[in-house]
């Protein structure tokens, strides 16, 4: 009896069985090539397909049925692959519902896997009509591999949602560990904002004639250096008029 989707998987099985049954040492240079890139082709939408059955198996609580803790751990468990990248996979068959042009264009076959992953991971909480209004934008710049514009993109549209979040977020301080260094980011109302800076100032003090640090890096060195001064003193908060 035939069952939905299995008998296509089991074809599938049997192309790629076919493939690497090929003897590449017997290919011609032009063979070698065409089949590469066939493969990575059908790699790239097997990837789609891939993420689009993992966010099923998450939808419907699959995992769960089976006594999984999560539907990473279940797809590591049934195939092997590594938890983190099931993760991904999930994750990004979960995000294609909310991008349709960047779906359309990696069944097509004009994007690829990496480049849909950077497109949907783009997007800033808050600014997603925005980001909606950029789709076919940066889907054409995937298809064309101008990767960098991509990027360039990208960054412009999260820097304009940053900016518009600064500006309507109450006050609020983020720090967040990025490799081996940490990002801070948020908003100070004015009271606070004063006093922050006077502090930096401060601590900064003038630069000596061999200080080739930009005043980025001279204030994150005194932002250092008030929180070590802070810590080594023992003070508790103090209030600031």
């Known amino acids: 009896m035939f069952v939905y989707g299995v008998g296509m998987a089991m074809s599938l099985r049997m192309a790629i069985d076919e493939v690497l049954g090929l003897d590449v040492s017997l290919m011609t240079d032009a063979a070698v090539r065409d089949q590469f890139v066939e493969l990575r082709a059908c790699a790239e939408r097997m990837e789609l397909a891939c993420a689009r059955f993992a966010a ?5 609580g699959i995992a769960d049925a089976d006594g999984a803790v999560s ?18 996979s999930v ?11 960047v779906e359309a264009a990696w069944v097509a076959g004009e994007i690829t896997g990496s480049a849909a992953r950077q497109i949907m991971a783009g997007r800033r909480e808050g600014a997603e009509a925005e980001y909606a209004e950029v789709e076919a934008e940066l889907v054409d710049l995937a298809s064309h591999r101008e990767f960098r514009s991509l990027r360039r993109a990208i960054g412009h549209y999260q820097l304009r949602a940053d900016d518009h979040r600064a500006l ?12 081996r260094c ?60």
């Open 71 to 88: 539907t990473p751990a279940w797809v590591q468990h049934h195939t092997g692959q590594l938890r983190a990248e099931a993760r991904v």
């Open 91 to 101: 994750r990004t068959g979960l995000a294609l519902d909310e991008f349709p042009l």
């Open 168 to 179: 309507v977020e109450p006050e609020g301080l983020f720090l967040n560990r990025v490799g």
């Open 182 to 241: 940490w990002a801070i980011s948020g908003t100070l109302d004015e009271a606070t904002g004063t006093f922050v800076r006077t502090a930096l100032n401060t601590a900064m003090a003038a630069p000596s004639a061999d200080d080739t640090r930009t005043p980025g890096q001279r204030r994150a060195a005194a932002l250092g250096l008030i929180a070590k001064t802070f810590n080594d003193t023992g003070h508790g908060q103090s209030e600031h008029t």
């Open 56 to 60: 099923a198996v998450e939808r419907r």
